[in-house]
T-cell receptor
Framework: TQLLEQSPQFLSIQEGENLTVYCNSS?????LQWYRQEPGEGPVLLVT?????EVKKLKRLTFQFGDARKDSSLHITAAQPGDTGLYLC???????????FGTGTRLTIIP | DADVTQTPRNRITKTGKRIMLECSQT?????MYWYRQDPGLGLRLIYY???????NKGEISDGYSVSRQAQAKFSLSLESAIPNQTALYFC?????????????FGPGTRLTVL
């Protein structure tokens, strides 16, 4: 069973600060997805990274896939209250159609 | 209108009762999934289906069953609910052409078993 550990589990910071959350595994994945989930809603896909070392930017969010495709990070610059939510990473194994989801980081941005 | 809908949104039931959670989608996707979410455990896959005649067990299928009545509908049943099945349940879909199985989720059903 592939496991994805996310850290930290909880993070609470002031508006305007920068932060990084991590997604780590001992397994190699062919792709890594990040989702954000707000209270009362289902997760929504933010990005997919597929190449080792790949960096993708989505406005103030920067996603990186590790060189060995075992880990990923999400960096948020100048956090805003609208960034509050549960961030989930999910790894895919290519021919295997299922996704393995991480344990999640619950982020709170304090105005 | 939402592309993936789930009914009911909230349900409280008693131990031993049979419960059905329903999922419908208008995205035209072939693949549908049922997940369970518990605090600190992320999303765990219960069952998935790639088309109407295809049903597959996920990592935590014991105590659950599913039915894929049509391409657009996928229901999850708890034959005899127990308290440790109290959780958030999510339905998700994915298109056949999705390169990396990117998924679209419904709003979830909060189930409480007393």
């Amino acid at each position: 069973t592939q496991l994805l550990e996310q850290s930290p589990q909880f993070l609470s910071i002031q508006e305007g600060e920068n932060l990084t959350v991590y997604c780590n595994s001992s397994s190699v994945f062919s792709s890594l997805q990040w989702y954000r989930q707000e209270p009362g809603e289902g997760p929504v896909l933010l990005v997919t990274v597929v190449t080792g070392g790949e960096v993708k930017k989505l406005k103030r969010l920067t996603f990186q896939f590790g060189d060995a495709r075992k880990d990923s990070s999400l960096h948020i610059t100048a956090a805003q209250p609208g960034d509050t939510g549960l961030y989930l990473c999910a790894g895919g194994l290519g021919g295997n159609e299922k996704l393995t989801f991480g344990t999640g980081t619950r982020l709170t941005i304090i105005p | 209108d939402a592309d993936v809908t789930q009914t009911p949104r909230n349900r409280i039931t008693k131990t031993g009762k049979r419960i059905m959670l329903e999922c419908s989608q208008t995205k035209g996707h072939d693949r549908m999934y049922w997940y369970r979410q518990d605090p600190g455990l992320g999303l765990r896959l219960i069952y998935y289906s790639f088309d109407v005649k295809d049903i597959n067990k996920g990592e935590i299928s014991d105590g659950y069953s599913v039915s894929r009545q049509a391409q657009a509908k996928f229901s999850l049943s708890l034959e005899s609910a127990i308290p440790n099945q109290t959780a958030l349940y999510f339905c998700a879909t994915s298109g056949r052409g999705a390169l990396y199985n990117e998924q679209f989720f419904g709003p979830g059903t909060r189930l409480t078993v007393l």
